[in-house]
């Protein structure tokens, strides 16, 4: 089968292993990103990490840096080219690429799917409502990246087929536990979005209250550099701090061998609660023990492996940091367990094979129709 992916998230080379993935399961795959994509966090450029057996192809973009609004001029011009029997939107319902992409897939003939990470209802003003209301009404398909993304599908009015996969695993051999237990001071890891929402502020906080040695590595930007580094000095553990900053994704697998627990603090917003936390199963992957706050799909990630903490609860994090730091055994037991969940659930084989099964039920289903089934 043939399938087109519209995907600006393919510009990140860690994420490509699922493309490899999908075209070695018989998929005719063509993969369409912009040449960079910016954010709070900077410029992110094209990186070609993992590219056999499909073709990654940048085309331009309007708009770059604007979810809603980014669209792709040349994007009429790829389907009649590559003629795909399904286009895979990995976009949001309400942006604009969305829509322009599954219009533009009706009517070349093709299937067509869109992704969602949304787990929060939120109304958009005209005309994104009217776009969103639209792209609901006429997508063959949707994939939620977790249960609560697929409880606000339906809540806003999708009726069409619905399967939960998270939008891409991790590499079971990119990712892996170091081979032994260096003698260190305990070091805490963020890594992530420098961000309010992502919660910082809680584990400078409570790390804060520790008592003992410690040291805290923050790898990212963000909007909140600045005041996070100030609030590091007010503090008074800057000197324990490593502001890293934003590194290139080829970098981050070494990342995780130099923390011992990875947390993530991340705060409910009343438009924006944590959709997944892929850093969860890239240190579980790793064999790092992971603290995550109860905010939206943490829970399900993390499930059974690793330590909840109440989000915003300064003191339970601090609890929880200290309880890890003194009890080297239960970090062991914790590292064992998080291998073997991200093992079980979040592999990039396991994201390939279940995405395969999406576009094997949309042909068949196309399939049947055509037949008067």
Same mark, same amino acid.
């Given at each position: 089968?043939?399938? &087109? ?32 994509? $910016? ?25 770059? +840096?604007?979810?809603? &609004? ?8 790829? @389907? ?5 029997? @399904?286009?895979?939107?990995? *976009? ?13 897939? !009706? $009517? ?13 209802? $939120? /109304? ?8 969103? /209301?639209?792209?609901?009404?006429? =997508?063959?398909? =949707?994939?939620?990246? #977790? ?9 806003? +009015?999708? /009726? ?48 804060? !209250? ?7 590595? %923050? ?31 080829? *970098? ?6 130099? @923390? ?8 409910? $917003? ?14 579980? #992957? ?19 492996? +690793? /330590?909840?903490?109440? *989000?915003?609860? %300064? ?5 929880? &940091?200290?309880?890890? !730091? ?26 390939? *094979? ?9 042909? #068949?289903?196309?399939?049947?129709? #055509?037949?008067?089934?």
């Amino acid at each position: 089968m043939r399938v &087109l992916m519209l995907s600006k998230a393919c510009i990140v080379g860690i994420y490509q292993p699922k493309l490899e993935a999908i075209a070695r399961r018989g998929v005719d795959l063509t993969v369409l990103v912009p040449p960079e994509w $910016r954010d709070e966090r900077g410029v992110q450029r094209l990186e070609r990490s993992y590219t056999a057996g499909y073709r990654l192809r940048p085309i331009p973009i309007r708009f770059n +840096g604007n979810f809603h &609004l980014h669209h792709y001029p040349t994007l009429a011009r790829e @389907i009649a080219d590559f003629q795909p029997q @399904i286009v895979h939107i990995d *976009e949001e319902a309400y942006n604009l690429a969305t829509w322009q992409a599954l219009r533009l897939a !009706r $009517r070349a003939g093709a299937r067509s799917l869109f992704f969602t990470w949304q787990n929060i209802v $939120r /109304r958009y003003p005209p005309p994104f409502s009217w776009g969103e /209301r639209w792209v609901l009404r006429r =997508a063959d398909y =949707a994939i939620a990246g #977790a249960a609560g993304a697929a409880d606000v599908l339906r809540a806003k +009015g999708y /009726r069409g087929r619905l399967a939960v996969i998270p939008q891409f695993g991790t590499s079971e051999t990119l990712f892996t536990p170091r081979d032994s237990k260096p003698q260190r001071q305990f070091t805490i890891g963020y890594i992530g979005r420098v961000v309010p929402e992502k919660g910082i502020d809680v584990l400078l906080r409570a790390a804060a !209250r520790m008592d003992g040695d410690w040291r805290m590595r %923050v790898v990212g930007g963000g909007s909140a550099r600045v005041e996070t580094r100030a609030l590091a000095q007010a503090l008074i553990v800057d000197d324990r701090v490593d502001f890293v900053g934003q590194l290139p994704s080829a *970098e981050l697998p070494a990342e995780y061998h130099k @923390i011992d627990v990875l947390v993530l603090p991340s705060l409910t $917003r009343p438009n924006w609660k944590e959709q997944f936390g892929r850093v969860l199963v890239e240190a579980m #992957a790793s064999g790092v023990p992971v603290i995550g706050s109860d905010s939206g799909a943490i829970p399900g990630v993390i499930g059974a492996a +690793g /330590r909840l903490v109440p *989000e915003g609860d %300064v003191e339970a994090f601090a609890r929880a &940091l200290a309880e890890l !730091r003194d009890r080297p055994r239960l970090r062991s037991e914790l590292s064992e367990q998080g291998r073997a969940r991200f093992l079980a659930h979040f592999t990039h084989e396991q994201v390939a *094979e279940s995405t395969v099964a999406v576009y094997r039920e949309i042909m #068949a289903i196309a399939s049947d129709a #055509a037949a008067g089934g």
